[in-house]
């Protein structure tokens, strides 16, 4: 969702750079890998450790070390939820696939490494009216990206085999949680690089993509889509 049907990645980076900043560390390229496409508690464990706020190493402090990673992922998740919930931009041709993929009635979800109260907030908001069959948040499965559980769990939801559907994805994260669960991946980068990989296409833009595309994806063709429009 983030970063790849709603432009929601640059509104996650400037709340993990105002929630840095408060804590004392000035957000930089090095630490993206840490903050893009990346949970709620994994940016807050991450920003906790690189401020010196992590009370872990010191003995018999556990409990304080949930205290603050609890402290540090409400203050992320209630900024992002608030600038989300102003409004975010449909990524280019998002809004198209979508209506396509309703006109074909061909099933398609959302699953989301954000927090339900943010997924809930696009879906009605920048998101309202689309035909999700289900969406899933970070808090519907045990792990969730970069692991594979989410994506299994929604083949399960849809009583597919995972090699049978395509996941649409911006970040490393979230491709790798789709190619582990066994989906055909089509790549859109957003903010981050994404490596190649035996069962990932790549796309400029969602306005390359059509039905044809990601029937492909599923056939596992010329890893880069080759378009027509100048670069």
Known sequence: MDGTLVDTEVL?????????????????DADAPEVVGRAVAD??????GVTGQDPSAAPGTAADRAVALERTAAELTDSFFRKVDAGAPLRP???????????????????????RSV??????????GVGFAFTLSAEDTVRTKPHPDPYRAAAERFAADPAACVAVEDS??????????????????SLLRVAPGRARTFAR???EVDLRVLSDCLRRPDPEIRSSKPA
């Open 119 to 128: 997924v809930d907030a696009v879906v009605a908001g920048s998101l309202a």
């Open 93 to 115: 041709g998002a809004a198209a696939l979508l209506a396509s993929l309703e006109a074909a009635g061909v099933p398609f979800a959302l699953v989301s490494a954000s927090p």
């Open 12 to 28: 996650w980076w400037e709340t993990a750079r105002e929630v840095a900043a408060g804590l004392g560390h000035r957000l930089s």
């Open 43 to 48: 940016t807050a464990a991450h920003l906790i």
């Open 205 to 207: 833009s969602l306005e």
């Open 172 to 189: 490393p994260d979230g491709t790798a949680s789709a190619d582990a669960a066994g989906c055909a991946v089509l790549v859109v980068p």
